[in-house]
Each structure stands twice: as C-alpha cells, then as structure tokens.
C-alpha cells in the first residue's frame, strides 16, 4: 500500500509558540529523513490566508479575529507561515496549505494523495489536539490507513496529548514513535532495513 507522511504546521511561527526546545521539530526531521530515504513523498502542510483574511469568517471562534490578533504575520507569503528551515523542504516536496485546522479543509490534499496513489497516511506535527486530531479524525472518515507518529507530535498541554496519544488516536490509526516507523520502512530500491 502506497504510503506518504504529512507534516503538518510546521511552521516558522507554530514551532516558535509550541515547540521552543526543538523536540518535536528534530522528531519531524527524523521523519522526513526516514521517509526520503525510503522514497515514501513528504507532504508539507501549512496554515496560511491571503492577505486581510477573506476566509477567516468572522464568526468563526478560531480564526475570526486573526487579522486583528496578529496582523498579516499568517498571510501566505508571511514569514511564520514558511515551512521551518530545519525540515528542509525541497523542490519536489509537496506543499499544501490549508485554511482551516484540518489538512483538508481549504486544500488540495485529497487532490494530491490521490494522485500519489496514497491509502496510508503518516502524521506528525504541532499541535496534538488542532492539526493532528482534526486530520486524523477527517481522514478516518475517508477510508484512509493511518498512523500518529506519537513523538513527533506535540501540544500545549501534555496531558491532552497524552490522552490524545493513548487512548483517542489509537481507536482509528496505528501509534508509533518515529524510530519504530522508520525502522520497518523498505530502502528505496534496496531490501527493508
């Protein structure tokens, strides 16, 4: 089964605010490591609006006051909302951005894993009980394979992520750390490791 690993929302800004002594972000880089080493496509996935927010809605809880909040910092072309330069995107890598908490709502990342040919989806990034949860929980919801890479996660509250990591995730995705996922990963044109 074709696989691909998003990263998701880690972004300059988020991992400044969420992650400040790097963990999640070194474990994400493990990660994208691994799955370039074993030709499993990486797919980055931001946050970002155009700019004034015309998406953000202003009704909406989460995003409605963004523009007031913060300014155009989370506009496409800001500088918190560039993929962190420690995960070192490429060329080729696959960026989608996204409008809302999940990755698929105001994306094209159904789009794109269908055309990778994709049914297994592996998922890191920040935070726990925003990004991953909301995708974790779309994505069962469309037939996907999933895992939560549980150390390449992170959350504002440990205790929610750990209630997310061990009892909510595991119901509907495998739950891994990043060595273990890596370790079962096929060379690319070689044996498995």
Same mark, same amino acid.
């Given at each position: 089964m074709s696989s691909a690993l998003l990263v998701m929302d880690m972004q300059q800004g988020i991992v400044a605010r969420l /992650? $400040?002594?790097? @963990?999640?972000? #070194?474990?994400? @880089?493990?990660?994208? /490591?691994a799955a370039r080493r074993a030709g499993v496509p990486v797919v980055f996935v931001r946050i970002a609006f155009r700019p004034g927010y015309p998406? #953000?809605? $202003?009704?909406?809880a #989460?995003?409605?006051?963004?523009?007031?909040?913060?300014g155009e910092a989370m506009t496409v072309h800001g500088p918190q909302t560039q993929i962190h330069a420690a995960l070192a995107a490429r060329p080729d890598d696959l960026v989608v951005v996204k409008k809302r908490v999940s990755a698929f709502a105001g994306s094209d990342l159904s789009l794109l894993i269908g055309a990778l040919g994709a049914r297994h989806l592996v998922l890191c990034g920040l935070a726990t009980a925003g990004v991953?949860?909301? @995708?974790?929980?779309?994505?069962a919801d469309r037939d996907y394979v999933l895992t939560v890479l549980a150390d390449a996660c992170g /959350? #504002? /509250? $440990?205790?929610v992520h750990r209630v997310l990591i061990n009892k909510v995730f595991p119901r509907q995705a495998t739950v891994v750390t990043v060595a273990d996922w890596a370790a079962g990963l096929p060379v690319a044109n070689g044996p498995a490791v």
């Open positions: /992650d $400040p002594d790097g @963990t999640v972000l #070194a474990r994400c @880089t493990a990660a994208v /490591d998406e #953000a809605h $202003p009704d909406n #989460a995003f409605g006051t963004l523009r007031d909040r913060v991953v949860l909301s @995708t974790v929980r779309e994505a /959350d #504002a /509250d $440990p205790e």
